[in-house]
């Protein structure tokens, strides 16, 4: 069974901009969530769709935006782009009910200059 | 929210020497799942260990979830165990993960 899939791998953007990231979820898992990794707050949850529904959301500001498409597939999107935006963000997927396991793709490492 | 502390931050292992990294949480949980970042950035599931004790290979866990604490032990490390470990928790409903701050391994030949 395939892994979970994230395209692009790497981005360079320019503060102002605005950026698209892509999740494809393992066959069958219903739970997207998404994490920014920067070195200086580690590991944080932005949000967790499920059957195209926002589940959970962390703490982060209104430019961070995502959907979730009816093949589990998700965007997340990220407007007016700041330095501080520079991160890898990592998408993880789950079965979604009862089967929290999850599992993570390879990452987006974005760069904003 | 929940809090998840992990122990030691660095640790320098000689080749074949074993280890236990820790990871304390605030409060009780629903899932625990221990990682290895790689070089690339990707997160590779180890264990997922809510309560009880697993082993794979030459790493096994341990949860202790009335006492709010979880180990990961690597036995005979290889070179290829550098990296950094995290703990991580889901409290309540949903799918949430609230990370440690992950133990960065160097393991020396």
């Known amino acids: 069974k395939a892994g979970v899939t994230q395209t692009p791998r790497y981005l360079i953007k320019t503060r102002g901009q605005q950026v698209t990231l892509s999740c494809s979820p393992i066959?069958?898992?219903?739970?997207v969530s998404w994490y920014q990794q920067t070195p200086g707050q580690g590991l944080q949850f932005l949000f967790e769709?499920?059957?195209?529904?926002?589940?959970n959301k962390g703490n982060f500001p209104g430019r961070f935006s995502g959907r979730q498409f009816s093949n589990s597939r998700s965007e997340m999107n990220v407007s007016t782009l700041e330095l501080g935006d520079s991160a890898l963000y990592l998408c993880?997927?789950?079965?979604?009910?009862?089967?929290?396991?999850?599992?993570f793709g390879p990452g987006t490492r974005l760069t904003v200059l | 929210g929940i809090q998840v502390e992990q122990s030691p931050p660095d640790l320098i292992l000689q080749e074949g020497a074993n280890s236990t990294l820790r990871c304390n949480f605030s409060?009780?949980?629903?899932?625990l799942q221990w990682f290895h970042q790689n070089p690339w950035g990707q997160l590779i599931n180890l264990f997922y260990?809510?309560?009880g004790t697993k082993q794979n290979g030459r790493l096994s866990a341990t949860t202790v979830a009335t006492e709010r604490y979880s180990l990961l032990y690597i036995s005979s490390s290889q070179t290829t165990d550098s990296g950094v470990y995290f703990c991580?928790?889901?409290?309540?409903?949903?799918?949430?993960?609230?990370f440690g701050g992950g133990t960065r391994v160097l393991v020396k030949p």
């Open positions: 260990i809510p309560s």
């Open positions: 993880a997927s789950s079965g979604g009910i009862g089967v929290l396991e999850q599992f």
């Open positions: 769709y499920f059957s195209e529904t926002q589940r």
């Open positions: 409060d009780s949980v629903n899932n």
């Open positions: 991580a928790v889901i409290k309540a409903a949903g799918n949430k993960l609230t």
């Open positions: 066959s069958g898992h219903r739970s």
